[in-house]
């Protein structure tokens, strides 16, 4: 096998507000570091080995950088934006010179009506919300109706909320599919994102089943670089739907960051693919966005404590690389994801030990050093950190 990258986005897991944070309503938010200090503790050996706690800013008790074992910084969003979309193809190589549209007034009137006769339906809500909270609101009245809800946030997304029992998930999915068709040129979104959710009126709950119906990248991104030249790409959890499909091989849309952990390990042992580019959903889809920090602070210390069996599935030619596309600090008083630096950690065998990478100017640091170990290739965007890392 050639050289191999597992990358692993930690959906939210920002380390500490961008300097222009305060232009997008963020001052002050810092995912790891408020979790920590409303908490009292975060205990993440595992990852601060990795160089995590030694991050400038990073506010977790630091290691002596000789018992650090990998390279560590954290880097920059140059697209203008604080969403998955912007922050994944930023990763993968990708800047947004233009941010994705927004609806903080909700949708246009004619938008909704040419999507209500497409489905054969009406619609409720058409404002932007939290999605536990709208499904408490309008719950009981779509239940009735059969309208489905439709909502949005502070991200670039079209989001459609309906109860499984009421429209079937093959017909939801279908229901998005047809707004993904609608909204694109002036009207268009990063992401449709189909919301399933069950349960009684007073509990309804989320499941599982959400989808996603991206947009497709504007631009090039290392996926297809990688692709045309023969390499085997591997998306997992929404990696996929992030890049409308594009540039993936194979994929396995897990719903969990235990079900992605288990699938990045599975395709690391089978040893078929040249990038295992994984996201882990949990943090910010049941955490984050539901200001639930006892939660997001027990789901990344369930993940520290699987980082040792990421290592030990590790060959010599691997590199390993753990970041994150954004922040959710769920010690706010917003729901949505905060503008934050993420942090960037990259360990291989054979690598020279505690190298403090800096802060990065753009996330595409990151999809240029994945592109050059794998194919020897220079990205045409950001900067490759490989030469620090002495690989």
């Given at each position: 096998m050639d050289r191999r990258v597992v990358l692993i986005v930690l959906d939210?897991?920002?380390?500490?507000?961008?300097?222009?944070?305060?232009?997008?309503?963020?001052?002050?938010?810092?995912?790891?570091?408020?979790?920590?200090?409303?908490?009292?503790?975060?205990?993440?050996?595992?990852?601060?080995?990795?160089?995590?706690?030694?991050?400038?800013?990073?506010?977790?008790?630091?290691?002596?950088?000789?018992?650090?074992?990998?390279?560590?910084?954290?880097?920059?969003?140059?697209?203008?934006?604080?969403?998955?979309?912007?922050?994944?193809?930023?990763?993968?190589?990708?800047?947004?010179?233009?941010?994705?549209?927004?609806y903080p007034q909700g949708f246009p009137a004619e938008l909704i009506r040419a999507f209500e006769k497409k489905i054969k339906r009406g619609t409720l809500g058409n404002v932007v919300a939290s999605g536990t909270e709208i499904i408490k609101a309008l719950g009981d009245e779509h239940v009735r109706t059969g309208k489905p809800i439709v909502y949005t946030s502070a991200d670039s997304v079209f989001?459609?909320?309906?109860?499984?029992?009421?429209?079937?998930?093959?017909?939801?999915?279908?229901?998005?599919?047809?707004?993904?068709?609608?909204?694109?040129?002036?009207?268009?979104?990063?992401?449709?994102?189909?919301?399933?959710?069950?349960?009684?009126?007073?509990?309804?709950?989320?499941?599982?089943?959400?989808?996603?119906?991206?947009?497709?990248?504007?631009?090039?991104?290392?996926?297809?670089?990688?692709?045309?030249?023969?390499?085997?790409?591997?998306?997992?959890?929404?990696?996929?739907?992030?890049?409308?499909?594009?540039?993936?091989?194979?994929?396995?849309?897990?719903?969990?960051?235990?079900?992605?952990?288990?699938?990045?390990?599975?395709?690391?042992?089978?040893?078929?693919?040249?990038?295992?580019?994984?996201?882990?959903?949990?943090?910010?889809?049941?955490?984050?966005?539901?200001n639930d920090v006892e939660g997001y602070a027990a789901a990344l210390e369930a993940f520290d404590a699987r980082v040792p069996e990421l290592l030990d599935a590790m060959e010599e030619t691997d590199l390993l690389i753990i970041t994150a596309d954004h922040g959710c600090d769920p010690t706010t008083a917003s729901t949505d994801h905060s503008r934050e630096y993420i942090p960037v950690l990259a360990y291989a065998k054979s690598m020279k030990r505690g190298v403090a990478l800096g802060t990065r100017s753009t996330f595409a640091d990151i999809g240029c050093t994945v592109y050059q170990y794998i194919c020897g290739k220079r990205w045409p965007v950001g900067n490759s950190f490989l030469a620090e890392l002495e690989l």
């Open positions: 939210s897991v920002g380390i500490g507000a961008l300097p222009d944070a305060a232009d997008f309503g963020d001052e002050g938010s810092h995912t790891l570091g408020n979790i920590l200090a409303r908490r009292g503790r975060l205990d993440l050996p595992n990852l601060a080995r990795l160089g995590l706690a030694n991050i400038e800013d990073a506010r977790l008790p630091a290691l002596d950088p000789k018992g650090v074992i990998a390279g560590y910084g954290r880097a920059i969003e140059r697209s203008h934006g604080k969403d998955t979309t912007s922050g994944h193809w930023e990763i993968a190589g990708l800047i947004l010179e233009h941010a994705l549209k927004t989001q459609v909320a309906a109860h499984e029992s009421v429209i079937p998930l093959e017909e939801q999915y279908r229901i998005c599919e047809i707004a993904r068709g609608l909204l694109t040129g002036e009207n268009s979104v990063g992401r449709v994102i189909a919301r399933p959710f069950t349960g009684e009126s007073g509990a309804y709950v989320r499941t599982p089943n959400r989808k996603d119906f991206s947009l497709p990248p504007t631009g090039t991104t290392i996926l297809d670089g990688l692709v045309v030249q023969g390499y085997d790409t591997v998306g997992i959890g929404k990696i996929e739907d992030i890049f409308a499909r594009r540039g993936i091989m194979k994929s396995d849309h897990t719903k969990s960051n235990r079900e992605g952990v288990d699938a990045t390990l599975r395709f690391m042992r089978q040893n078929s693919a040249h990038l295992i580019f994984t996201n882990l959903v949990d943090y910010d889809m049941l955490y984050g966005h539901r």
